[in-house]
């Protein structure tokens, strides 16, 4: 099969009340962890790499290894998603270079600009078959090294949301209710705003939302991290019954990429503490692909409910 698009998955996730999982990938271990889980849960998915993960990895790579995953999983539907594009030039040459989703992120930018933008990408993709995702209002905290701050946080208001799907005609929309980039998501309790939630879904009906933000930072992880040698003190997330409440309303995506370095990080650095002699990638990536793995079922099953939804 080859890639698909979001908008058939986000229709049936919208009417079941289930969201769809957009993991972000890296490298290749990553991508298997990610599809060996769906397959297992018999889950659609999305593979999503941001402007970070191209530059590391090579665009061309991240395309090769989802077409190679895709050959080996041909049965999951399987969406390629550009995460937080920065402009039109880096959304087209991911249009250009074999995605099926792209995400650009004009929130830094005032109304008008962000509207004229993302009018324009939207224009270009759907000439390609490609959908675009579109962000109003901004997250606080760290997405690919670039920091918000909490004060500049802005939560989305329902009726400019409402006006703007309609003004750019972009498939899907971020929005911000509370969740936030990084690992240090809330210094008090965390907070999601589920009456902004159901106000944009009365405006928007049967209209995909999108949560960025939003891993919940599996304190296992961290704890297994801390007690390798790690140093990832005070981290908080947003509490998965949150979540997947979120999920049951107009949610029909949610982001989950800081849950899947935690799982890596930790796997990696328990493998090398317990044999230090060892020097051979395999022996540590293993188990590293293996954490992936269970995180991804583990939120397919308790967050995401897109288990056997295909």
Not at 53 to 59: L, M, T, V
Not at 73 to 84: F, G, K, M, R, V
Not at 185 to 206: A, F, I, N, S, W
Not at 262 to 281: G, H, Q, V
Request: proline share 5%; with cysteine.
């Amino acid at each position: 099969m080859p890639l698909v698009g979001t908008t058939e998955m986000f229709k049936k996730a919208y009417e079941g009340h289930y969201a769809i999982g957009a993991f972000n990938v890296n490298n290749m271990e990553i991508i298997q962890g990610i599809m060996e889980a769906a397959k297992e849960e018999n889950s659609p998915v999305i593979l999503q790499a941001s402007e970070g993960a191209r530059n590391y990895a090579g665009q061309e790579y991240i395309v090769g290894l989802v077409k190679i995953a895709l050959q080996d999983y041909p049965e999951i539907p399987t969406a390629l998603h550009l995460d937080h594009g920065s402009s039109y030039e880096i959304c087209k040459a991911c249009i250009d270079g074999g995605f099926s989703s792209v995400m650009y992120d004009g929130s830094k930018h005032p109304y008008e600009e962000n509207v004229r933008i993302t009018k324009q990408i939207v224009g270009y993709a759907h000439d390609k078959g490609v959908v675009v995702e579109a962000e109003l209002g901004r997250l606080a905290g760290v997405e690919d090294l670039v920091s918000v701050d909490a004060k500049d946080a802005i939560f989305t208001d329902p009726d400019q949301a409402a006006e703007f799907v309609e003004l750019t005609g972009c498939d899907s929309l971020a929005i911000a209710i509370g969740t936030s980039h990084g690992a240090y998501k809330y210094k008090g309790d965390p907070y999601l705003d589920y009456d902004r939630l159901e106000k944009v879904g009365k405006l928007l009906p049967d209209y995909p939302i999108v949560l960025h933000g939003a891993s919940t930072v599996i304190p296992e992880f961290v704890e297994q991290c801390n007690a390798y040698g790690g140093k990832v003190l005070g981290a908080k997330g947003v509490p998965e019954d949150m979540l997947r409440k979120a999920a049951t309303m107009a949610v029909c995506k949610i982001n989950i990429d800081t849950d899947i370095r935690l799982a890596m990080t930790s796997a990696i650095r328990k493998a090398l503490a317990e044999d230090p002699s060892n020097f051979d990638p395999r022996g540590y990536l293993k188990p590293a692909r293996e954490a992936v793995k269970q995180m991804v079922m583990h939120k397919i099953e308790a967050v995401l409910g897109s288990a056997n939804t295909i």
